[in-house]
């Protein structure tokens, strides 16, 4: 989150024509769902592969196949707020996707979790 609130700005700064202030609350509820499911995806990971020899394969494996809709659709949910013209509010479908994303994955690592640190 540190370097979203650098690299945002910077990027708004450098690469972008208008200002994001009027849709600066949509872009950080995006950012904020995508570092939601990126935090929960990567502790069920890590909590799977924290007891296995091969955990340096395992865990880049079994997290980037999981992490490819968030990017999906945080890119999605933020192309409509980054354009030039700022044409409407980000897309709809795409937050409920990273929003059921994240909760699914958090649901299951919050059940799975005690499971998989029993000693």
């Known amino acids: 989150m540190v370097l979203e609130l650098v690299a945002v700005p910077a990027f708004a700064l450098l690469l ?23 935090a929960a995806i990567g502790t069920l990971v ?4 924290v007891r296995t020899r091969a955990r ?12 490819v809709p968030i990017v ?5 949910a933020s192309a409509p707020l980054l ?14 996707t990273l929003g059921l994303y994240d909760l ?4 299951i ?4 979790f005690d499971f998989l640190l029993e000693d």
């Open 16 to 38: 972008l024509g208008p200002p994001l202030g009027d849709v600066l609350p949509q872009l950080l509820l995006v950012l904020a769902l995508g570092d939601l499911g990126v």
């Open 46 to 49: 890590a909590a799977l592969a």
């Open 56 to 67: 340096d394969l395992l865990g880049p494996l079994l997290a980037l196949p999981l992490l």
């Open 72 to 76: 999906i659709g945080g890119a999605r």
């Open 83 to 96: 354009s030039a013209g700022h044409s409407g509010g980000s897309a709809p479908r795409w937050l409920l």
């Open 104 to 107: 699914v994955f958090g649901l």
């Open 109 to 112: 690592a919050y059940a799975l």
